[in-house]
Nanobody, 116 residues
Framework: QLRLVESGGGLVQPGGSLRLSCTASSSTLDVYAIGWFRQAPGKEREGVSC????????TYAESVKGRFTISRDNAKNTAYLQMNSLKPEDTAVYYC?????????WGQGTQVTVSS
């Protein structure tokens, strides 16, 4: 089964930027579509963005459109989520996984905190 590891989170001020990485540790990533999800405290996990296996198709949640950019480098076995103009409401644990069910085992995610 595909195993994915998220990294790149941290504490950032409103308006700041972060780049998250999603690396496959068990297989090559280039045949898999990848989705980014997030879960804020007390809320359900929600989809943020996804990208096709070769990177030609991308989608975004309305709440992040124009601020977040998903990309991938299959040679590095890694997908990315560039997050700009961050807002306090973007605070959450971010995960990567298949964009749709059935999902792979969820990783630990990476915490993103947007606060002044």
């Amino acid at each position: 089964q595909l195993r994915l590891v998220e990294s790149g989170g941290g504490l950032v001020q409103p308006g700041g930027s972060l780049r998250l990485s999603c690396t496959a540790s068990s297989s090559t990533l280039d045949v898999y579509a990848i989705g980014w999800f997030r879960q804020a405290p007390g809320k359900e996990r929600e989809g943020v963005s996804c990208i096709s296996s070769r990177g030609g198709d991308t989608t975004y949640a309305e709440s992040v459109k124009g601020r977040f950019t998903i990309s991938r480098d299959n040679a590095k076995n890694t997908a990315y989520l560039q997050m700009n103009s961050l807002k306090p409401e973007d605070t959450a644990v971010y995960y990567c996984n298949s964009p749709w069910a059935p999902f792979y085992a969820w990783g630990q995610g990476t915490q993103v905190t947007v606060s002044s």
